[in-house]
């Protein structure tokens, strides 16, 4: 009989390729929020397989990316955290993608990692049989990885293949998290996700990190008898945006952006909670916050 085995894993790699997706894929069920924009997955969301001889949690991380501003020393300082933390780290490399310096930067900055890396082939099903083996050895090149595997994660092939490989790099012991349980990321955060996501949404012409929601008070109303379809639940949230011009875009003209935002993100949050809300969305000039600790830190930074 094999040893059962329990532990961590993260995943990191450039924006856009494919982290939330593949995380998505191996754990079964949407927990981290996928967008076709980079750098939205800011927080560690955690998926757990559950396994009769196993179980894997996942770490999501942000985006390794080098730092220009305080908040991307910041994302960097937890991406490092969580590296420190965990058990296993799989490098996500695009298959239609070119290595780029980025990927050399995230390779050196591995090399330090306590951990094995596994460096995952990513979006196999993109390109052709010779592509995937050509970035294969050129993956092989990059760095020290204990294991190579591709994967796509929208097609389901070798999913459990690294499924498999990410456990056998795990310590011996016993689960750690109670079956059945699939993320333990608190409710506001993920809330506040699905607003930022909204308000991402086909704005084009400025960078997602000029964006921060916090989700200010969540209220439970008594369900009137007249009316059952009445809002249940108050969520009374804050968009924080850098400038006036930005605000500008989210609002939209007359207003009808904001008004899409807001729908597309109360959809998403009763999808989410699987109850009626009523959102009470607000936007705020926060100037500069990026580079000023002391509002970072008000956002949970
Ligand atoms: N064809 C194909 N597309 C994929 C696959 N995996 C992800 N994608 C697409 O690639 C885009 C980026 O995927 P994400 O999972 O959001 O990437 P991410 O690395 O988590 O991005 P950040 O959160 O920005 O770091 C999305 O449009 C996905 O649909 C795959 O296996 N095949």
């Given at each position: 009989m094999t040893e059962h085995r329990s532990g961590f894993a993260a995943f990191v790699g450039r924006p856009n390729v494919g982290k939330s997706t593949l995380m998505n894929a191996l754990v079964g069920e949407k927990v981290a929020i996928m967008s076709s924009r980079p750098q939205t997955?800011?927080?560690?969301?955690?998926?757990?397989?559950?396994?009769?001889?196993?179980?894997?949690?996942?770490?999501?991380?942000?985006?390794?990316?080098?730092?220009?501003?305080?908040?991307?020393?910041?994302?960097n300082d937890v991406v490092r955290e969580t590296f420190a933390?965990?058990?296993?780290?799989?490098?996500?490399?695009?298959?239609?993608?070119k290595i780029g310096p980025g990927d050399a930067w995230i390779a050196r900055e591995l090399a330090q990692a306590k951990a094995p890396v596994v460096a995952i082939v990513t979006k196999v099903d993109k390109v052709s049989r010779d592509r995937v083996a050509e970035h294969l050895m050129k993956v092989s090149e990059l760095g020290?990885?204990?294991?190579?595997?591709?994967?796509s994660s929208v097609e389901g092939i070798q999913v459990d293949v690294l499924t498999d490989v990410l456990i056998k790099h795990l310590p011996k012991g016993a689960a750690l998290y109670p079956t059945g349980?699939?993320?333990?990321?608190?409710?506001?955060?993920?809330?506040?996700?699905?607003?930022?996501?909204?308000?991402?949404?086909?704005?084009?012409?400025?960078?997602?990190?000029?964006?921060?929601?916090?989700?200010?008070?969540?209220?439970?109303?008594?369900?009137?008898?007249?009316?059952?379809?009445?809002?249940?639940?108050?969520?009374?949230?804050?968009?924080?945006?850098?400038?006036?011009?930005q605000k500008g875009i989210i609002i939209g003209h007359g207003g009808e952006r904001l008004k899409a935002v807001g729908a597309e993100a109360r959809a998403g949050i009763e999808r989410l909670l699987g109850r009626k809300v009523y959102l009470d969305l607000h936007i705020k000039i926060a100037k500069e916050w990026q580079r000023d600790p002391k509002q970072l830190g008000r956002m949970g930074f």
């Open positions: 997955t800011r927080r560690a969301i955690r998926g757990i397989i559950t396994r009769d001889d196993a179980q894997l949690i996942i770490v999501d991380t942000p985006g390794l990316h080098r730092p220009r501003t305080l908040l991307g020393e910041r994302l933390e965990v058990d296993v780290i799989g490098f996500c490399l695009p298959a239609d993608e020290e990885f204990i294991d190579l595997v591709p994967v349980e699939v993320t333990d990321e608190p409710e506001d955060v993920m809330i506040a996700e699905l607003i930022r996501e909204a308000a991402l949404e086909g704005v084009h012409d400025e960078l997602p990190h000029s964006i921060a929601v916090i989700v200010e008070e969540m209220e439970e109303r008594p369900q009137a008898e007249d009316d059952p379809r009445r809002p249940l639940l108050i969520i009374r949230a804050q968009l924080y945006v850098e400038r006036d011009s």
